[in-house]
Structures are given as C-alpha cells and as structure tokens.
C-alpha cells in the first residue's frame, strides 16, 4: 500500500494556516471566558494553554506536511522553521554598491569644499563688504579734481544751444545719475545686511 500523498505547501499558506487556526480557536474560547481583562490570570492562563494547543497541533501534522519542498517530518520543530523562513537575505547586489560609494565619495567631497569655504568665505565677504563701502560712500561725491555732479551741471551750456543728440545724451545720462541715486538706500541696507553676515561668518 503506497503511503498517503503528503499536502505541499509554501511557508506563507503554512504560516496562514497556523495563524487561522489560532485566531479561531481563540476567538471560540473567548466566548467562554469571564470578562476581557488582559491581566486577569485564569484568562492569562487559557490563553496559553491554547496557543500551547495549536503549537502541538501544528507539530503533530507536520509529518503529512511539505513546506517549500521540504519535508517537515524532518524538522524538529515545524513553528521553529515557519519562523526561521521569514528570514530573507538579499543577495550582494554590486550595482547598489558602487552607487553607495559614490555617494560616499560626494560626501567626502562635499566636506572638502565646506571646510575649504569656512576658511576663506569670511576673508571673501570681508573684501566685499569693505569694496561696497567704498562705493556707496562714493556716490554723489567730488572726485580728485574737486568735480561734484552740481558744478558739471552748473557748467552746461543753455538747452537751446545744444543739439538733439546732445540733448539725448543728457536726458539719458541724467536718468542714469537718477537711479543711481535712487538705489542709493537698497544698497545700504544690502551693506549693513552683508555686515551681519560679515560678523556671523567671522565668528565661524
């Protein structure tokens, strides 16, 4: 008389099983249990003896079962292997490393150039800071010669003795010396903010 054919299973349906099963039989106990409480000890203790009982019933059937093409009369303990195939390792995937490294190598030198900026950012913000100084301090003044914008203004000739293109070249020249003058206090407050930033970085 050949044996009778054992059932064939994959860990997951054999995990499912285990954990129906459980799950019924729990919920069948339930209805007989006085009261919910968790820490109740006889409700404590029933509860073992039934996860106890489904452990057993399981290990008994094993001998009838074949999980993942293995036979599980073969293991010691059949909730022992359900437990230990959920392991899963991932093969060394060489591709995902080398990317890995070269993330790592960014990193580096990513590192590289912030150590290099925190030495030379404040020497860099100091020369700006000094030259805008400059400059803003400049507009409107007289130059070497004693020249302020008033005295060339004051030394024009007539508007009737000067050409059209010559008119142009004023009317553009004076709209010019107009914004100029008019971005005076933007560029005043971007001076003391680029200070601030001057004093924080220095600190560094």
Same mark, same amino acid.
């Given at each position: 008389m050949p044996p009778p054919e054992k059932l064939h299973l994959t860990a997951q349906d054999a995990r499912y099983l285990r954990d129906e099963f459980a799950s019924a039989v729990e919920q069948k106990t339930s209805l007989h249990l006085p009261g919910n409480d968790p820490t109740d000890p006889l409700i404590l203790r029933v509860r073992q003896l039934v996860s106890d009982f489904v452990t057993e019933t399981m290990q008994l059937s094993r001998h009838a079962l074949v999980v993942d093409g293995v036979e599980m009369g073969h293991v010691t303990s059949i909730d022992s292997h359900l437990r230990e195939s959920t392991e899963h390792i991932e093969p060394f995937d060489m591709a995902l490393a080398e990317e890995l490294r070269k993330v790592y190598a960014e990193v580096d030198e990513t590192t590289v150039k912030l150590s290099e900026m925190?030495?030379?950012?404040?020497?860099?913000?100091?020369? #700006?800071?000094?030259?805008?100084?400059?400059?803003?301090?400049?507009? /409107? %003044?007289?130059? =070497?010669?004693? *020249?302020? +914008? @008033?005295?060339?203004?004051?030394?024009?000739?007539?508007?009737?003795?000067?050409?059209?293109?010559?008119?142009?070249? #004023?009317?553009?020249?004076?709209?010019?010396?107009?914004?100029?003058? /008019? %971005?005076?206090? =933007?560029?005043? *407050?971007? +001076? @003391?903010?680029?200070?601030?930033?001057?004093?924080?970085?220095?600190?560094?």
């Open positions: 925190r030495k030379n950012v404040p020497h860099v913000i100091a020369e #700006l800071y000094k030259q805008a100084e400059f400059d803003c301090g400049n507009i /409107g %003044a007289s130059t =070497e010669e004693g *020249t302020t +914008l @008033e005295s060339v203004l004051e030394e024009l000739p007539p508007a009737q003795e000067l050409s059209e293109e010559e008119k142009e070249t #004023l009317k553009q020249s004076l709209r010019e010396i107009k914004r100029l003058r /008019g %971005a005076v206090p =933007e560029t005043q *407050t971007r +001076l @003391e903010e680029l200070g601030k930033v001057k004093e924080v970085i220095g600190g560094l």
